[in-house]
């Protein structure tokens, strides 16, 4: 037996965990190479970098999906090879704190680790909201009104926050990977030009803003799908401004829905705390500015985007004024 801790953010792009002994955070890619659909060849950065470079007996994807789990047995054995690397092997025995994203079931994020080979001390969950605002130095506990918006790969979260739960919360399927694909489309469509996923978002780090583009452009490799050929082609950032628009219109429009359905006195600790922003793909130029500018109010924005829900899941298994905001199953009984 041993008294590892963890705190586990089960992300559609990235697996942050934050283990206690050491105190430190491990992040990859969520993602896994299976080879003829039973052998798992390589999990994490090692999976990601075979993404979309496989043979056909090779699929390389991700165990989530959307946020929820896609894979249970995959998920499973990700986790445990990489905490047996980490840990030195002694699994058996430990904790784990897992965040539960808005919508998913309690059940099924508590049996990924309680029915896995790891022989779990005991599982269990903080609403990924709450994790995301602790993660961002909020005093969740407070009779406070905070707004929280976690733009991730496959899902944005628009959370208002008060006494240490979530008071209203929205989970949409777009995200990172959504305006990956607008680059994508767009591209093709205007210079019937092919690229890969890894090319859309490599251009999107590079080029993406939220409003008024600077200038800048950069060079890519695709395949010109005329002649059939790979060839270079330029992309400017006003290009991509117009590509990815329409995504950030649909994340506006859910914050939006939420502002407008959130309880007025909630609303008016809104407007004195300002909005929080987190999720990688709050890296995008400028979209605090997109956000502060349509709803005219002030936001801030984590400078470590991705480990906000872990850090968050950290100060629940440090902080005993914290503890309280994990809590178990119906099914689960621990001492
Ligand atoms: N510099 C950047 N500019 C724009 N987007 C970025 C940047 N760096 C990372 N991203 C995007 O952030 C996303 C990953 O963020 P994160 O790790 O928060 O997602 P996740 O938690 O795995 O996903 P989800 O919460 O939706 O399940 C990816 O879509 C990635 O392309
Ligand atoms: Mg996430």
Same mark, same amino acid.
């Given at each position: 037996m041993n008294n590892h801790c963890f705190g586990c953010d089960f992300g559609s792009y990235h697996l942050k965990i934050y283990h206690k002994d050491a105190d430190s955070y491990l992040m990859q890619h969520n993602m896994v190479a299976v080879q003829d659909k039973k052998t798992m060849l390589a999990y994490g950065d090692e999976a990601y970098a075979m993404f979309e470079k496989a043979p056909a007996n090779i699929q390389v994807s991700s165990p989530m999906s959307y946020g929820n789990l896609a894979s249970i047995s995959y998920m499973q054995a990700f986790l445990k090879s990489l905490l047996e690397k980490n840990t030195k092997?002694?699994?058996?025995?430990a904790e784990f704190f897992v965040a539960l994203p808005t919508d998913m079931q309690e059940r099924s994020f508590t049996m990924l680790i309680q029915?896995?080979?790891? *022989?779990? *001390?005991a599982v269990y969950l903080v609403d990924k909201p709450v994790a995301a605002g602790l993660g961002l130095d909020i005093n969740v506990k407070e009779a406070q009104g905070v707004m929280v918006i976690d733009i991730g790969a496959e899902t944005t979260e628009i959370s208002v926050l008060s006494l240490g739960g979530t008071v209203i919360s929205r989970l949409i399927q777009t995200g990172g990977r959504s305006i990956d694909d607008a680059i994508q489309a767009a591209i093709r469509k205007e210079y019937n030009f092919y690229i890969g996923n890894k090319t859309a978002e490599n251009i999107k780090k590079e080029l993406a803003y939220a409003v008024e583009p600077e200038e800048g452009s950069m060079q890519i490799c695709g395949r010109n799908m005329v002649i059939g050929l790979p060839q270079m082609l330029e992309i400017t950032t006003e290009f991509v401004y117009e590509s990815i628009k329409e995504q950030l219109n649909v994340i506006m429009d859910a914050v939006k829905s939420i502002l407008e359905r959130t309880p007025p006195e909630l609303g008016v600790d809104i407007i004195r705390n300002g909005i929080y922003l987190t999720g990688g793909s709050a890296r995008i130029r400028k979209l605090d500015q997109l956000i502060q500018e349509r709803s005219g109010i002030r936001v801030t924005v984590d400078n470590e985007p991705e480990l906000s829900v872990a850090r968050g899941l950290a100060r629940v298994i440090n902080d005993k004024e914290f503890r309280s905001l994990a809590f178990v199953t119906k099914e689960q009984k621990y001492e």
């Open positions: 092997g002694q699994l058996r025995g029915d896995s080979n790891m *022989k779990p *001390k």
